[in-house]
């Protein structure tokens, strides 16, 4: 019998359905926050004014967003439980988690 994992994101802000992950700094400190097309939106909206008065200091861009990849998510949860990392069954995968599967990949 096959089986089919489908992996949903879950908008941090709302609770509904997320279509991408918007990774951001501030003092020094990373975050990640999985968002729907509306509420990303929204935040780059309100940080479009400080970002645009603001100096860049790295010289590396992003080429895109991060979409939400319910087959990568489902291949790091079957590679990461394989491999005796702890991963959730649904949501968030850790970083840490991704980054070693992304090390054994290469």
């Known amino acids: 019998m096959a089986r089919k994992v489908q992996v949903v994101l879950t908008d941090d802000v709302d609770g509904g359905e997320a279509s991408e992950t918007v990774n951001f700094a501030l003092d020094g400190v990373t975050y990640e926050i999985d968002l729907s097309d509306e509420n990303a939106a929204k935040l780059r909206d309100q940080l479009a004014y400080w970002v645009g008065n603001a100096r860049?200091?790295?010289?590396?861009?992003?080429?895109?967003?991060?979409?939400?990849?319910?087959?990568?998510?489902?291949?790091?949860?079957?590679?990461?439980?394989?491999?005796?990392?702890?991963?959730?069954?649904?949501?968030?995968?850790p970083n840490e988690v991704r980054q070693a599967y992304e090390a054994a990949k290469h």
């Open 56 to 93: 860049r200091v790295s010289g590396r861009r992003t080429t895109g967003r991060r979409r939400s990849g319910g087959s990568d998510a489902a291949k790091i949860r079957e590679w990461a439980q394989a491999n005796g990392h702890q991963v959730p069954p649904r949501g968030r995968i």
